[in-house]
């Protein structure tokens, strides 16, 4: 779920950065299965970073923000607050342009598409047809992509009702988010 967080800190090889956004898409032993050599280290990468971010105390600091009423889910509204957070401030953070850097992904998934996993294939066409990474840093937009993770849910969509928190605790989420940007560049995934 959040894609351009892993895209940013994913080696830049073209196979690697399809390899860390499918991550969440490919169950099981690594190591069982056959993968370009590339694509294997983006998925390594993928799951090291979220281990990474696990038990990272900016990630902890980011749960005790958001409010107890979200429980299990609050690991989900990091994940899309962080990728908000990081498209809002694409420019300062990561350099360039976030229109042209998320045109560039798209390409490589078109390019790639028979590398894709196939449960991944239709969410790549998706996120390149309504421009997902650009529209991160629209906070309606986090609304929307909540409002469609919660639909999922057997539950309520409690998920539905998290842009609340981006509003009332989002000046100290970004810091935190900060924060676990600067520490997830040093380390090497």
């Not at 342009?97 to 790549?124: G, M, T, W």
């Not at 309504?130 to 969509?157: F, H, M």
Request: net charge negative.
């Amino acid at each position: 779920m959040n894609y351009l967080f892993h895209l940013h800190l994913s080696d830049p090889e073209p196979l690697c950065r399809i390899g860390n956004l499918m991550g969440d898409f490919v169950k099981g032993r690594l190591e069982e299965q056959h993968w370009h050599p590339q694509i294997f280290r983006g998925l390594r990468q993928h799951r090291a970073l979220d281990r990474f971010a696990h038990d990272h105390p900016a990630i902890l600091t980011s749960k005790n923000r958001i409010s107890k009423r979200f429980g299990l889910l609050k690991p989900v509204l990091i994940d899309i607050f962080y990728d908000h957070f990081l498209a809002k401030n694409w420019e300062q953070w990561a350099g360039g342009n976030l229109e042209d850097y998320s045109a560039e992904i798209y390409r490589l998934l078109r390019e790639y598409d028979d590398q894709l996993v196939h449960s991944f294939r239709p969410v790549a066409r998706r996120m390149a047809e309504t421009d997902w990474l650009s529209s991160y840093c629209d906070p309606k937009v986090i609304a929307q992509v909540l409002e469609r993770i919660g639909q999922r849910l057997k539950r309520d969509n409690l998920l539905a009702e998290g842009v609340a928190e981006l509003d009332r605790c989002g000046t100290g989420l970004e810091v935190d988010c900060l924060d676990f940007l600067q520490a997830a560049r040093l380390e090497n995934f």
